[in-house]
């Protein structure tokens, strides 16, 4: 909706509300907005916090945008799961 400004902030309370307990919904919203760096760096934070959430990373259409990236198939590797 071209409302770029408005998201950056959303986001960024996001991060700072629940950077504790929810990486891998934040990982899903850098994915959707195309910021595949952002989105790799909170998955990587959901491995570590042990995410609930990471057993949808297959079929998640949010994180559509990272298939084929190096990192994203090298993290399918990392928790066992096929590219």
Not at 28 to 57: C, M, N, P, S
Not at 73 to 78: E, N, P
Request: aromatic share 10%; no cysteine.
């Amino acid at each position: 909706m071209r409302r770029n400004a408005e998201a950056d902030r959303e986001v960024a309370n996001l991060e700072a509300d629940h950077s504790h307990d929810m990486a891998f919904p934040i990982a899903e919203v850098h994915a959707y907005r195309g910021r595949t760096q952002a989105a790799l760096e909170w998955l990587d934070r959901a491995y570590a916090q042990r995410d609930i959430f990471l057993w949808l990373i297959k079929g998640d259409p949010l994180l559509k945008s990272l298939a084929g990236n190096p990192r994203y198939t090298a993290f399918l590797r990392k928790i066992n799961l096929p590219e």
